[in-house]
């Protein structure tokens, strides 16, 4: 299946992919009705882009007591059938990355379905740091960031020699 | 190889579904007294709040349970294992024979010995029998006296106040949710309760239930008020149903002590869910943690190893989560703190009206938040740290970072109903 | 109309980019807009402005029938009717004041794309040479200072690049789909380095943030230029074959020392020779960009030819992975300088800023303000402007009003009521983007594309369409001679070799010619003398530095001790362009208003806090916004920034229209002093 994946080393934290899930999910631009999350610390210039990763062992698939979780067949997705969700609030606390957000004004759990195969976070990062792939290029994906990296560790350190 | 699982809620389901996972073949044969496919527990709540239909509790259909290979018996208590001939004991006389045992069975409500709970009025809230009993209890204006104050008693009388009824909680103890809150969340609780019209009286014994020949009760408690009421609900805590198999019990103690492997000291015959009393993930002597989401780690891991799998648990974490008069209550681990440890405690960031951490050694070993619903999302960010004993030293950078834009406030300041607007 | 779901291939205009867009449509209605795969810049992702055009084109607040002022308010009147009294009205101004009394002005707010040339092909077939536009005061000076050098503003070939170098520049939110490309080169291991007081989005990523003083870029530049002179590091065979001036370079630079450059800089001087080194040691693929943060200064062209000298110098100019120097489209040429030269009438502003006209043929719109008011040289009496929206955009807006209002007639054509339409005869509705007919060119990539009308409304008129409804009215039709934009379009089109059909065929563009690189080379730079011009003897003969020296920014050389703070203005912000899209609610919900950025200690020293209202005083005026505090690194001590377009707020308010790059003509905007009180 296809994924989102996210290099942090291109974000720059524009908080586009933000804007693009929250009008997706609600019709406004109100960043806490996103699924994906960005945030940026300052202090080390770190932007760290946050998303469901669909895992493999959904801990939220597993757990969720209304049976309303659930893979979509077409694109893998882990996703929430709003109809089923009670709102009893145990996957917030079962997703150890806090993909998972609540939407108080209908009761229900949400989270990133990708958009059926289309991610519209993907089509609105204008980095490139998000990217819709097979799950199985992930590790060459993080490979070739780490060697990027390592370049340019490389001609940072020529830099000040 | 034939598998029974005696069970169908939240861990027989989890094991079957894991057991499949690896092995397609061997014969399955699923045991439960109750009738149908299987339905959840936890939403009985939500029923009676009318959040969702009778439909909407069932978690399987029918053929699910055939998709997944199993054959079931439905509505056919097991009464007994012999253990020597591998042969489970049903109610109505059959015996089934196995090669590996799954004892599922869950645990059903306690009774405490008061007088009278046997009579017409009195109420539990544990199956989809009592909850649909309760629904036609459920009128508006007719009053309700709740026996306990731990979270099904309190979810109970949250569903009674939105369907217009008049409740009042009585709480052994002096404190509402004893060894389920600390006193500071108690108190807000309480707070919530008081605003919502709930009557409580903490530090009150129920001496006696009567019920007259129209039904009426009369609750007398140890101030010596008779409360006169409708119906009383009876929520004082569980106990496992763990009368299968007494040779794996310990003498004097409750639950069915399982291994890592879950299996029960007679070797091919496991256990998982509300029934057992497991290894923790903080290490110590083994605990009963009834609990959805252990019920459903205990039977992955005792599904895989009825397969032979060989896996092993790493142990339960308590995690709970409940919504409780507008206000979200989340718990994680041990989140009373013991001599020697470390307090975190916040007030009101965001909409979440108290939070409190307790680390030990820079490791945190639970929390709970009360509040807005985010508070659970912080404790699930908690939770591998707490799970896996990871250092967080800079526990308020920690939180800054997962708030870093105050979007826990901008979120929940606009949702955060300060009077019980869901009773409106 | 029932025509059901269609996409059509279009491009983005609601900023310059140009991003190939699919516009999704449900029975002739605009119902989404994603990116167009196809497209070879943008590749399928868009920022979100692009989406909320949607908003725009459908806002409640369009323009959407000509608007007359009266005693009484706005009428909505017929636009033929509008047409007659306003070619009237024009005729009468040019019977009185001659035709140099009307001035015709392009604003961005419809994102223009080769249409300008219709509005400078209207002054000139009237006989005016009052060209204005929003170009003179964002871009041109950045296409100056790099065409006085290399004879053309060559474009960095970023994705080749092995270290890229950002000036004043913030793709993410200025050229959104531009930080792609910096991304592809750096997961090949390009080195980024980011030139900027302040922590932009890109510098988040950047290896190394250089964050100088407002407005001392150059000294940093010249900084650069000694290390990579003492280092040896410099391309000698490409300084030797193809620049002048190198000697009076090496000579002007011995001062630059690193030590130098940080006390006027205050990047340390270990930066300094870190970022050289980086630099020298990717060269030739060292590919530099230059953002508009760096126009805004009195010593805007300087600075920009300081850093334009880099490229020369270390041999990145006309090479992969350094600058790229690409072929202009072969369109043609809808403006008349050269059958009509009117540099004898005295276009505004020229006298002062020549070079401005000479290389851009444009007015200066900031004196034009003294113009108008004082009719001196000569009275400019009328203007008919399109998307543009000076009272708000340009300095010391007060002045812009009271100019715009004391003309003969203003006609404002736009999409919404803005702060300029407030002082305007007549409104008319503009065309957006997509609702009009356009060839459009792509440098990058060298293609050209053709842009359809996607939605019509009755009295919505492009600007071929306008512009040729009013020559003949006012007997110069026949300058316009084509039916219509497609008419035009083709014979535009013609010189390449393509046919509309082949555009209309492949809406992600066609290649007019391919890439060359090298030509320059071979064939001689555009400059006067053929040749990369480190000292411009053009320059010197207008009475200008020969060599790009550096100037001290006035708050250096003798700061005003009543006015401590340095403001930077109009940094662009993720979701609005100038002072577009306020009117978009869900923008409102995202950046919903303005405020000024000020470092932790100096809100520490002031006693605010976020969300409190200071007030900020220079010698132009005063405004108030609401502080936002920033991070330690985000922005240096004693330095503001605030984003202009803010009608609440218009930062303008405290500009300099009296101070300029004495090249460009450029306002001080991004160093102002000011003073801040709490209010
Ligand atoms: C009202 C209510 C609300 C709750 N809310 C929460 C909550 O919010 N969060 C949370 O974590 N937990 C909650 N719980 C607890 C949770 O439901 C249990 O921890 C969980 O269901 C345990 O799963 P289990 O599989 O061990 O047992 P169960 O789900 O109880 O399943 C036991 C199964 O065994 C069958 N059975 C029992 N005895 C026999 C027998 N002798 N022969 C055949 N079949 C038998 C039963 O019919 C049943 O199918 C709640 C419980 C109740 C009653
Ligand atoms: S960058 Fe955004 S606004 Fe600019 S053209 Fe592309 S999509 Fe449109």
Known sequence: MRIVAVDPDACVACRDCEYACAFRQSGDFARSASHIRVNFYADERACVPLTCMHCEDAWCLAVCPAAAIDRDPGTGAVTIDATRCAGCKMCLLACPYGNIHFNAETGVSAKCDLCGGDPMCVRACISGALRYVDAEELADLRREVVDASLKRLLRLSKGVR | MHVVIVGNGAAALSALESFRGHDRDSRVTLVSGEQGPAYSRVLLPYYLRRRLSRDGLFIRRADDYARLGAATEFGVRAEGVDPARRVLELADGRRLGFDRLLIATGSSPMRPPIPGLDGAGVHTLWTLDDAVRLDSVFREGARLVVLGSGFVALQAAWAARQRGLQVSVIELLDQILPRVLDPAAAQILSERLHACDVEVRTGTRAESVETDRGGRVRVSTSGGDRLPADAVIVATGARPNDQLLPECLEPDRPGIPVADTMETVVSGVYAAGDVTRGPTARGGPREIHALWPTAVEQGRVAGANLAGAGRSYGGSLSMNVTEMFDLTVASLGQFVEDEGDDVFEEHDRGGIRYMKIVTRAGVPLGAIAMGAPEGAVLLGRLRPFVRHRRALPDLPAFLAREDLDGRLAHRSAAKERTSCASLQ | ?679
């Not at chain 3, 980011?194 to 988040?204: E, F, K, N, Q």
């Not at chain 3, 997509?434 to 009755?458: F, G, N, Y």
């Not at chain 3, 920014?553 to 001790?561: C, F, H, K, W």
């Not at chain 3, 109009?570 to 923008?587: Q, V």
């Open chain 3, 1 to 679: 109309m029932q025509t059901g779901p269609e996409i059509r291939h279009s491009l983005c205009r609601m900023c310059d980019d140009r991003c190939g867009i699919d516009v999704h449509l449900e029975d002739g209605r605009i119902v989404d807009i994603l990116g167009n795969k196809e497209h070879p810049w943008n590749r399928g992702r868009l920022c979100v402005k692009a989406r909320a055009a949607v908003d725009m084109i459908y806002h409640p607040d369009r323009v959407l029938t000509p608007l007359k002022r009266t005693a009484d308010g706005w009428e909505q009147i017929p636009l033929d009717q509008a047409l007659d009294e306003i070619a009237g009205r024009l005729a009468d101004v040019r019977d009185r004041y001659g035709a140099r009394s009307i001035g015709v002005w392009k604003g961005e707010a419809i994102g223009f794309g080769q249409q300008e040339t219709v509005a400078r092909r209207f002054a000139h077939a009237l006989g005016s040479p009052n060209y204005l536009s929003n170009d003179s005061m964002c871009y041109v000076g950045r296409y100056m200072g790099f065409t006085l050098v290399d004879g053309a503003w060559p474009i960095p070939d970023l994705e080749n690049a092995r270290c890229i170098v950002l000036w004043g520049a913030n793709p993410p939110y200025a050229h959104p789909n531009m930080t792609q490309y910096i991304t592809a080169a750096r997961r090949k291991g390009a080195t980024l380095v980011v030139v900027d007081p302040r922590m932009s989005a890109i510098a988040r990523r950047a290896d190394i943030h250089a964050q100088v003083r407002p407005g001392t870029d150059g000294a940093l530049a010249w900084g650069l230029v000694r290390q990579f002179v003492e280092m040896d590091a410099y391309d000698k065979d490409f300084v030797e074959d193809h620049t002048i001036g190198f000697a009076k370079v090496v000579d002007y630079a011995r001062t630059f020392t690193p030590e130098m450059v940080e006390a006027e800089t205050g990047l340390p001087a270990a930066t300094v020779k870190a970022m050289a080194r980086m630099m020298a040691d990717a060269a030739p693929r060292m590919a530099a960009y230059v953002g508009n943060g760096l126009e805004h200064h009195e010593n805007g062209v300087g600075n920009i030819r300081a850093i334009a000298m880099i490229d020369g110098l270390l041999g990145a100019l006309d090479r992969e992975g350094g600058t790229l120097f690409k072929e202009p489209a072969p369109l043609r040429d809808l403006t008349l300088y050269d059958e009509m030269p009117l540099r004898h009438l005295s276009p505004l502003g020229t006298d002062r800023f020549p070079v401005l006209y000479d290389m851009r043929q444009e007015c200066h719109t900031m004196t034009a303000m003294e113009a108008i008011l004082s009719d001196e040289p000569y009275p400019l009496r009328a203007l008919v402007m399109t998307g543009a929206n000076p009272a708000s955009t340009n300095p010391n807006s007060p002045k812009v009003l009271e100019a715009l209002r004391s003309l003969d007639l203003l006609v404002v054509r736009d999409l919404f009521m803005t702060e300029t339409t407030a002082v305007a005869d007549y409104v008319l509705p503009a065309a957006s983007f997509l609702e009009r007919t356009e060839l459009h060119a792509h440098a990058k990539h060298q293609i050209v594309s053709l842009t359809d009308k996607v939605v019509s409304w009755s009295d919505v008129q492009g600007e071929y369409d306008f512009w040729h409804d009013l020559a003949v009215r006012l007997g110069i039709g026949e300058y316009f001679p084509w039916e219509d934009e497609t008419a035009l379009n083709r014979w535009l089109l013609e010189p390449t070799g393509l046919s509309l059909e082949t555009l209309e065929a492949h809406r992600e563009g066609v290649e007019y010619s391919p890439p060359r690189v090298g030509r320059r080379r071979q064939a001689g730079f555009d400059t006067p003398s053929g040749k990369v011009e480190f000292a411009s003897a053009y320059l010197k003969d207008l009475g200008y530095d020969e060599l790009p020296v550096y100037h001290r920014p006035a708050y250096r050389r003798e700061p005003d001790a009543a006015r401590p703070f340095v403001l930077m203005t109009g940094a662009r912000k993720l979701l609005y362009l100038h002072s577009r899209f306020r009117n978009i609610p869900r923008f409102r919900t995202a950046i919903p208003g303005p405020e000024v950025e000020m470092h932790p200690d100096d809100a520490a020293a002031l006693g605010v806090a976020d969300g409190d209202t200071i007030r900020l005083t220079s010698p132009i005026g005063a405004v108030d916004l609401p502080v936002k505090v920033v991070a330690e690194n985000e922005i240096l001590p004693g330095n503001l920034q605030v984003t202009h377009g803010w009608r609440e707020a218009n930062v303008n308010l405290v500009t300099h229209d009296d101070r300029f790059d004495p090249v460009s003509g450029f306002p001080l905007m991004k160093s102002i002093e000011v003073s801040v009180q709490k209010v």
